[in-house]
């Protein structure tokens, strides 16, 4: 049904493009591979004013910066050390069965590679599970934002009934009857005592601890200038440039951390998600979901809060085309709710070469996968 | 550990290269793209011979066949219908938590993206999960082909303590407390009675509709001679000719559906795997292990029994040299089991340009991703 929706939406929005102008970010003629590469060889201050709308305070890409996590603090490994070993725990789920892992799996980049998870005896999720790579830069979590903290994020998984359906109230007790478990508490804590607190703390500290590795960009960052091929270049350029991604996707972590209606909703529908808006209650943030990072994001599809595209050329098109609109029904006219487009987001017109230049780009933003040793749970 | 016993043989079969000689299958410079379009829009059997030992009972690589099974068939369909149900249902396991699904998703290609899936109490298994897309074609089941049936087959996973964990004694006991599988049962065996065999007989015969959609390969098979590129022409005549894959992965699926040693034994090692000989205890069997179809290959890393490999480079790469080989030590001069490779496989000195070229070429062996509506379980 999503998928009938978007197509629909789709189709309209092809029929609006002949009213579309093109606009001045063509890569001109005159800009060679060769005069691309030597601008972008520069440091990132000489580069290409972006192309970015006024109202935007952007920051310019950049290479991985560090966790605010102390990782050679002793005290600190400890309670990471602890935060690991919960985070692969199925016995935190009610039955046993599912851990964090589940549907945040190293192997899969941190996420499950489905649209939306399985958890609990397989009630789906409403949203896809994002990728938990740099989740520390997040200001707030969940794809709305409602949790302001990776610690008030972590109660919310373990407990939905439709994810790990674990009695929080028994939670603890639980966990303080698995002896073993006792000494990584005293380590990490000073005492032996189990909480749910010292549980969301430590799986917090972990997840601060998943950060991306060094991509080609970094490379090509730190001075290395075949990092990026032709394509690649030319795609970090239409990224900053024709193709507007910078409006959103910017700063090291190519996310700007905010909240965008980019025509997802399906307002009206059964599968209505007004995202920011449930959690604020303003119109304003009616269909508003929170910007992802993009280091990785060839491996993290499929893509969008429901998960329902699955190839990143489909999801090209979409953004080249504008996005699909909520078309405004006559008994709606005066509905507060109806859902906007982000006027951030609108028709580029990118041609094949470009959006493949781009997700060449993407490309290189990926790094090699993270090898998790298994962890030999506590008993 | 798995990583460092490959990381080192390859080195040794790095020191061995030298000695290898290269071939007489390059792409000789008078063969243009233009020629080879030319001649491989022909029908395959005006294509060039293949690089094939003499041994080799090769069938040309072809369109997609249709499964054995008779789709149109009212009563097979209620068989279907009915396996498709359990394939979903997480009831068939111990847990209620773990369904086939959970293993062999469709939204990931009917395998898991992971390594070695882990099954009940999150306990590995010891070998990757397989795709089931076209698994109708073997001869027989399981990395090892120790299941001569699919019928057969249904039995291992949903019995085995670290995936399913279910109780067989009292599975179709179990399934006959849901009082909204009777029907199901009735319409497809005609009596509402459950027991194993049934369940065994219904997944099988759903599985065996689980195959490959068009992919590019097939539209230029059937005429469309623009349906490869370039780059993806140029890797089909290097899988066919100086590449080598031919020997093991070819016929319409990409698969001889025999068993061979490719040098991943880790013999004498505590992952140590024997494969077939596990099974038939004969000592030319030993390290032998089914040949995958390469459809959707793309989709369905990490490869190779162990899901050891993540990216389709390395594994070009780790073919380009030869295999791994095992080194006989002085203590297993006279072991009738030490491990040898199939003479079939040997290193090949492709060039990266060639390498990439036969990726671009199983990247025509994709399919467009399949949608299954949410299954509604009886209750």
């Given at each position: 049904?999503?998928?009938?929706?978007?197509?629909?939406?789709?189709?309209?929005?092809?029929?609006?493009?002949?009213?579309?102008?093109?606009?001045?970010?063509?890569i001109?003629?005159?800009?060679?591979?060769?005069?691309?590469?030597?601008?972008?060889?520069?440091?990132?201050?000489?580069?290409?004013?972006?192309?970015?709308?006024?109202?935007?305070?952007?920051?310019?890409?950049?290479?991985?910066?560090?966790?605010?996590?102390?990782?050679?603090?002793?005290?600190?490994?400890?309670?990471?050390?602890?935060?690991?070993?919960?985070?692969?725990?199925?016995?935190?789920?009610?039955?046993?069965?599912?851990?964090?892992?589940t549907?945040?799996?190293?192997?899969?980049?941190?996420?499950?590679?489905?649209?939306?998870?399985?958890?609990?005896e397989?009630?789906?999720n409403?949203?896809?599970?994002?990728?938990?790579?740099?989740?520390?830069?997040?200001?707030?979590?969940?794809?709305?934002?409602?949790?302001?903290?990776?610690?008030?994020?972590?109660?919310?998984?373990?407990?939905?009934?439709?994810?790990?359906?674990?009695?929080?109230?028994?939670?603890?007790?639980?966990?303080?009857?698995?002896?073993?478990?006792?000494?990584?508490?005293?380590?990490?804590?000073?005492?032996?005592?189990?909480?749910?607190?010292?549980?969301?703390?430590?799986?917090?500290?972990?997840?601060q601890?998943?950060?991306?590795?060094?991509?080609?960009?970094?490379?090509?960052?730190?001075?290395?200038?075949n990092?990026?091929?032709?394509?690649?270049?030319?795609?970090?350029?239409?990224?900053?440039?024709?193709?507007?991604?910078?409006?959103?996707?910017?700063?090291?972590?190519?996310?700007?951390?905010?909240?965008?209606?980019?025509?997802?909703t399906?307002?009206?529908?059964?599968?209505?998600?007004?995202?920011?808006?449930?959690?604020?209650?303003?119109?304003?943030?009616?269909?508003?979901f929170?910007?992802?990072?993009?280091?990785?994001?060839?491996?993290?599809?499929?893509?969008?809060?429901?998960g329902?595209?699955?190839?990143?050329?489909?999801?090209?098109?979409?953004?080249?085309?504008?996005?699909?609109?909520?078309?405004?029904?006559?008994h709606?006219?005066?509905?507060?709710?109806?859902?906007?487009?982000?006027?951030?987001?609108?028709?580029?017109?990118?041609?094949?070469?470009?959006?493949?230049?781009?997700?060449?780009?993407?490309e290189?933003?990926?790094?090699?996968?993270?090898?998790?040793?298994?962890?030999?749970?506590?008993?």
């Amino acid at each position: 049904m999503n998928k009938v929706l978007l197509a629909i939406a789709f189709f309209l929005s092809c029929l609006l493009l002949i009213s579309f102008k093109s606009n001045d970010w063509e890569i001109s003629s005159d800009l060679t591979i060769d005069s691309l590469r030597k601008v972008y060889s520069q440091p990132s201050k000489f580069w290409p004013k972006p192309n970015v709308d006024k109202e935007v305070k952007f920051e310019e890409l950049a290479g991985l910066q560090s966790t605010p996590i102390d990782l050679a603090n002793d005290s600190i490994k400890r309670v990471i050390e602890l935060g690991k070993l919960l985070f692969f725990d199925a016995r935190l789920s009610g039955s046993n069965q599912i851990s964090c892992a589940t549907c945040h799996s190293p192997e899969l980049s941190w996420a499950d590679g489905k649209a939306v998870s399985l958890g609990h005896e397989q009630l789906p999720n409403i949203r896809n599970a994002p990728s938990l790579e740099n989740v520390w830069v997040y200001n707030s979590l969940f794809w709305d934002g409602r949790a302001k903290s990776l610690v008030e994020q972590a109660e919310g998984p373990i407990s939905a009934h439709n994810e790990m359906n674990q009695d929080l109230k028994s939670l603890a007790k639980k966990l303080n009857k698995i002896k073993g478990y006792k000494p990584y508490f005293t380590a990490a804590f000073g005492s032996s005592k189990i909480t749910n607190q010292r549980i969301f703390e430590s799986l917090a500290t972990f997840q601060q601890t998943i950060v991306s590795g060094e991509s080609s960009f970094d490379k090509f960052l730190k001075g290395d200038k075949n990092a990026l091929t032709d394509q690649q270049l030319t795609g970090l350029h239409l990224f900053r440039t024709k193709a507007r991604c910078m409006n959103c996707h910017h700063g090291a972590y190519f996310t700007d951390k905010d909240f965008h209606n980019i025509g997802l909703t399906e307002y009206g529908t059964k599968n209505e998600d007004l995202g920011l808006y449930n959690f604020t209650k303003k119109p304003e943030d009616v269909g508003k979901f929170k910007t992802p990072g993009l280091r990785n994001v060839m491996q993290t599809g499929p893509w969008f809060h429901q998960g329902s595209v699955k190839s990143m050329d489909s999801l090209m098109v979409l953004y080249n085309m504008g996005m699909p609109e909520h078309v405004v029904l006559p008994h709606q006219k005066d509905d507060p709710l109806v859902p906007k487009n982000d006027k951030l987001v609108r028709g580029i017109m990118l041609n094949v070469r470009e959006r493949k230049a781009i997700i060449a780009f993407l490309e290189a933003l990926s790094s090699p996968p993270v090898m998790i040793k298994a962890v030999q749970l506590p008993q």
